[in-house]
């Protein structure tokens, strides 16, 4: 028990990481909800990323990284076939915003918050383009 009381929470990196995802995560929601028929995921969308986000944050400390990585593929499985079916697009945001909070989560403290900033916006101009012009 005084094992998991010594572990260390970086406050700092955890309130900047937070911000950028959250700041990500809106512009992928205004984005998505041009579409009326996205609108009505933008709730999910935004508690996925943020609880993915969460518990990427948390599990990094320990050293679970296969194990962690399986257990999120299997949670989002359970998930995903006890739901309706979605379109494509659909599963594609949802995706799309998973992966923007395990980048803001899991990179590692070698990568600069500059790669991480470059990563995400990356992936939002993308989206944005291809929502827009394809």
Avoid: H
């Amino acid at each position: 028990m005084t094992s998991l009381l010594l572990v260390e929470f970086d406050w700092n990196t955890a309130l900047i990481r937070f911000s950028v995802n959250t700041f990500f995560i809106a512009s992928m929601i205004l984005i998505i909800s041009k579409q009326m028929v996205l609108r009505r995921f933008s709730f999910s969308f935004l508690m996925i990323s943020l609880i993915v986000f969460f518990l990427c944050f948390t599990l990094k400390n320990f050293d679970l990284n296969l194990g962690m990585a399986l257990g999120l593929f299997a949670i989002f499985g359970i998930i995903r076939y006890r739901t309706q079916p979605l379109q494509t697009e659909e599963m594609t945001y949802l995706f799309i915003v998973i992966t923007i909070g395990v980048i803001n989560a899991l990179s590692k403290i070698e990568v600069s918050y500059i790669e991480v900033l470059f990563a995400n916006l990356v992936i939002v101009f993308l989206t944005y383009v291809l929502e827009k012009y394809w």
